[in-house]
């Protein structure tokens, strides 16, 4: 008798599709989780939060009361000082960092003896701590008695300056302009870098000076990677907190009450919880307007 060797049949296609599935399905699951409850999960109880009278100092009074919080919010004048604030320290930090930046990336592309010195230099600051970097510059440089730049105007004759009572919010600007500009100049020397040299040189040979290289060459090349710093940079800006904690303290009065602080002020000095998770909401929205404009900007700027 002869027997009769059957092959194995290959599994077909759906039993291999589903055989993808459940190990694919098992990997994305953590992160989808995590992601829940890093998310959803806060920004749930804001939400829920926001439509209730609830004070930490009271805890067992609360109670539904509808829109009152938003209402209360958009009403109190320290919402919109807020606001402004946060505008003029955002544009303000981008002119900044954005035109030092470019000036430094271009200078800092040019050979010169101690380059890679200088370039660790001029990178450093932006890995010190927020609350760190706002402390050295508090205690040791804008100290009116003891800092830096007090005994070099008392040295000149005209005095300490007591900066954060007399110039608070340009305080801020100096401090956060100082802690980002590495991150831009990073940004703008590596886009610079790329730069075709060829056409550096047949500007040149056209006679080109300097002045018109940077404006007709440089710029151009660069506006790409400008357009992504400053949308990196605005998003972290309209949460700026630690320099203003430390220096400040949202103060003289609102001087350098941003959102993020004025936020803090409801939620952790009035113990107001529901308004603060109304203006909470209300950051949330803004913040996406924004995100999303930047984000459609650089999507036009890179398509061109």
């Not at 008392?154 to 007399?166: K, S, V």
């Not at 400008?226 to 998003?235: D, H, P, R």
């Amino acid at each position: 008798m002869t027997s009769v060797v059957t092959r194995p049949q290959p599994p077909s296609e759906s039993k291999r599709r589903s055989s993808r599935k459940i190990p694919t399905l098992a990997l994305v699951a953590p992160s989808v989780i995590v992601l829940i409850l890093w998310m959803v999960v806060p920004l749930a109880m804001a939400i829920w939060f926001a439509f209730q009278r609830y004070n930490l100092l009271i805890p067992d009074n609360r109670e539904f009361i509808g829109l009152g919080n938003f209402i209360f919010i958009l009403t109190d004048p320290a919402l919109w000082i807020s606001i402004g604030t946060t505008l003029v320290l955002v544009a303000s930090v981008l002119l900044i960092t954005i035109g030092l930046g470019t000036l430094l990336a271009v200078l800092f592309n040019q050979d010169f003896p101690g380059q890679g010195i200088a370039r660790v230099l001029a990178i450093s600051p932006f890995f010190v701590m927020p609350t760190v970097s706002a402390l050295i510059w508090k205690n040791m440089l804008m100290h009116p008695v003891n800092g830096l730049f007090a005994q070099i105007t008392r040295g000149l004759g005209l005095g300490a300056i007591d900066w954060f009572t007399d110039f608070p919010l340009v305080s801020i600007i100096i401090i956060v302009s100082w802690e980002w500009l590495p991150f831009a100049l990073l940004i703008l020397l590596t886009a610079i870098q790329s730069l075709d040299t060829s056409q550096i040189e047949a500007a040149r040979m056209d006679g080109a000076k300097p002045l018109q290289l940077f404006r007709y060459v440089v710029l151009p090349h660069l506006s790409r990677a400008i357009a992504v710093v400053a949308m990196i940079e605005t998003i972290f800006f309209l949460a700026i907190f630690g320099e203003i904690f430390v220096t400040t303290g949202g103060g003289p009065g609102l001087a350098t009450t941003n959102l993020a602080y004025y936020i803090y002020l409801k939620a952790l000095l009035e113990f107001d919880v529901g308004g603060a998770s109304a203006g909470g909401l209300i950051a949330v929205v803004l913040a996406n307007i924004v995100a999303i404009f930047l984000v459609r900007s650089v999507a036009s700027n890179l398509d061109t």
